[in-house]
Each structure stands twice: as C-alpha cells, then as structure tokens.
C-alpha cells in the first residue's frame, strides 16, 4: 500500500515536470502570464517547505542527540560525515576543472562585450569569522533566519543538556520526541502537494529560458551536466557500494523524489525535507540521518564546486588567459572553501563564484554571462549537492551499524 504511494508521488512529479516544460515552452512570450498566475503556486509550496524545514531539523537533531546518549557517538559520525563531505567536494572541483580542459569549454565562445556588466564580487569572510559564525549569539535569530549550521548547534546543546539533567528533563525529551514526529507528519502532508509546487516552479523557469538565452551557452550547459552526471554515478554509485553496501540502483530509485525536487527547486535546503524523508526509506537511522543531511544542506555542495571550477575554466579561455597548474590548484582549494560557504538556496553559488574568481585574478564581468542562464545551472548542481548528503548519509549509517554489530560480536 505504501509503496504504491510512493511510486505515485514520484510519478506525480515527474508528470508534472513534464507537463510544466510543455507549458513554459508554450509560454515563452507570455513570460508575465506565467509570473502572475502559475509562479504563486511554486511559491506558496516553497514558502510551506521553509516553514517547516526549521522546526524538522531543531526537533529531529535534538531527538537523535537523546537518543544516542553518547557524546562520542555524536563524535564519531560527525567525524565521518566531514570527512566525506570534504574528501568528495575537493573530487567534485577536480572532475569540472578536468571537463572543462578536455572538452575546451570556453572555446568557440564570441565574447560580445556589451554583454560585458560590471560585477563586485562576494568578500572572502576569514576563517576566523567563519567559525565564530557557527554559533549563535541568541536562540530566536538563527530560527528566524533559517541559519541551518546555528539551528544545528542549538539543536546539540539542548539535546546534550537534556541527557545530562536526566529524570527531570523527562518532560522535555518527550516533547521533543512528539515535536519531531509532528513535524514529519506535517512534512509529509507539505510533501503531498510537490507536484503543484513543481509545476508551479518549473513553467515560469522555462519561459525564461528560451533557446536565445540557451544556445550561446550550450557548452557550458552541457559541461557542467556531463561533469555532474559522472560524479554522481562515479563518486555516489561507488561510495554507496562499497561503504553503504547498497546497489546504486536501489539508492537512485528510493531517491528520485528528492532529486527531482532539488531539480526544480534548485535549493537544498528546500530539498531537505525530501531527503529525510527517501534516506528514511532507504533505511538509514534517524539518529543518522537528522544529523548528516541538514549539515550536508548546508556545507556540503558537491554540484556546486563542480559549476565553479567549469565555470572558472570557462571564464579564463574566453578571456585568453591561460591559468598553470598553481593557479588551478588554488581554485581547487577556494571552491572547496567557496562552496562550504555557499547557501542551499537557489542563485547563491553564482555569488560564491566571485571568491573562486578573485583568487586566481579572473575578470568578474564574466559572471554576467553566466548569469542569464544561472538557473538551469542551478538546477543540476543542487540535483548533485543533495544527492551526495543522501550518498554520505548511506555510508555513513553502513559503517556505524558494522561498528554496532562488531561491539555486539564481542
Ligand atoms: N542552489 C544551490 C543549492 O541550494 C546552491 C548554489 O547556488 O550553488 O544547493
């Protein structure tokens, strides 16, 4: 009975994905129609989702922190997840620096210079700041501002601080549990209405993005896809298979809502909800998975490391400037940086782009024309940056349940 729902549901929004790039192509000239009467619909599902991606992540985190009463539990599966997260975006910017070279992304480009729009580009925030960042100042700001790294940190203090009072926190560990089983129900009920969000959100994109908007850039459309395609079947199919000891198959299977959301939404954030919701399915642990993929939504951006080393490469051959081995190294290090600080929300990526830049002495105008089709970049590298949270919250619930059994063994 389940399971013919969840078929539906995925179904669902693949019609409606369909349906919604035959009405936006059927739209192009009527781009107002669409941004008056269909875009609402997207927004109001995208509004919905926000609403409770807050709630879900304090709830279910604090929840999975009670549950697992061990600090070094915690430890240990953070420890993991990082190392996951930075081991595959530093791959990610290497496999789009390696594409676009080989396949001469900018090459064949006619740089037209009225297309030329200034652009200041993002400052680089120091370490320092960064990591002072992580921690909020007050409980209300980082719940208002959906600030997910803070909304994590609180979501662990409270659930420690719950372990540690015990019997007479009793109370609060309840309600924390109810909370967090609300806010899945409530999720689930959001997660009905996707096929209208999705259709609302792709036709108003489609309009938009014509085929004079297309074709210019169709190279480095497609390189920026090819790239993230192999690194989802390259790095997610084998990292699912060798340390989740799980067919890719089932992964993509079990996953399809979510990464068609993140298609269409082009936020990970967004996305979050989805993704909790398909690893569930997949079986990874709560207590896993409430933990890895909100901090995924939030640091880990596999697709979008990828769209700043293509993008960088493009940028420099248009330009003529040829970038040396050093050079490609330091974009290698900035956009591993870049994207940890780049927002799970749509178009933030295209900000971060202009440290990568910076930092190797690229023109920043050239974000200008990258930025007309931005959201059909968009959509495949959130596509990539969700579906490696889900792939690291696999193997990373494989190898604690294999440390569980060995404790048990012994
Ligand atoms: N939209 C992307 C995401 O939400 C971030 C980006 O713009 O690169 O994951």
């Known amino acids: 009975m389940k399971k013919t729902k969840k078929i539906n549901l995925t179904m669902q929004i693949v019609a409606a994905l369909i349906l919604g790039v035959i009405v936006g192509l059927l739209m192009q000239n009527h781009q107002a129609i669409a941004n008056t009467y269909i875009k609402p619909f997207g927004t109001i599902f995208l ?29 240990a599966i953070g420890g993991k997840t ?9 791959f990610a910017v290497t496999l789009g620096l390696l ?47 959906a600030t997910m790294l803070q909304v994590i940190v609180i979501a662990l203090f409270f659930g420690f601080g719950i372990i540690a009072v015990g019997e007479k926190a009793q109370p609060v560990a309840n309600f924390v549990d109810s909370m967090s089983e609300v806010c899945i129900k409530v999720m689930g009920m959001i997660i009905s209405l996707s096929p209208i969000g999705v259709f609302g959100l792709i036709v108003p994109v489609i309009a938009a993005n014509g085929p004079d908007v297309l074709l210019p850039l169709l190279k480095l459309i497609i390189v ?53 919701e398909c690893t569930e ?14 901090l995924g939504a939030t640091i880990n951006m596999d697709g979008t490391a990828i769209y700043q080393g293509v993008c960088a490469i493009f940028i420099a051959q248009i330009f003529g400037i040829d970038l040396n081995l050093s050079q ?3 974009i290698i290090l900035t956009a591993t940086l870049a994207s940890i600080g780049t927002a799970g929300v749509p178009g933030s990526g295209v900000i971060m782009l202009t440290m990568v830049l910076q930092s190797v002495g690229l023109p920043l105008e050239g974000i200008g024309l990258i930025a007309g089709v931005d959201r059909i970049l968009d959509m495949a590298r959130t596509t990539v940056n969700i579906t490696g949270d889900a792939a690291c919250s696999v193997c990373v619930n494989a190898l604690e349940e294999k440390k569980a059994k060995k404790k048990a063994n012994n």
């Open 47 to 75: 509004n919905l989702i926000k609403t409770i991606v807050v709630p879900l992540v304090l709830f279910s985190i604090t929840q999975g922190i009670i549950s697992l009463k061990d600090i070094k539990k915690v430890g």
């Open 99 to 145: 594409f676009a070279n080989l396949l001469q992304v900018g090459k064949g480009y006619i740089l037209d210079s009225s297309s030329l729009v200034e652009y200041t580009g993002a400052e680089m925030p120091s370490l320092v700041d960064t990591l002072v960042n992580i921690f909020p100042s007050n409980i209300i700001s980082p719940l208002l501002n």
């Open 224 to 276: 920026c896809y090819v790239a993230s395609i192999v690194h989802m079947v390259l790095v997610y199919s084998g990292s699912v298979k060798a340390l989740g000891k799980m067919s890719p198959l089932k992964f993509f299977k079990h996953m399809s809502p979510a990464i068609l959301f993140a298609f269409t939404s082009a936020s990970s954030v967004g996305t979050l909800p989805f993704n909790m």
């Open 82 to 90: 990082i190392v996951f997260y930075m081991c595959t975006t530093a």
């Open 328 to 330: 490609q190294i330091t």
């Open 281 to 294: 399915k997949l079986g990874v642990n709560k207590e896993v998975s409430s933990f890895v993929l909100p």
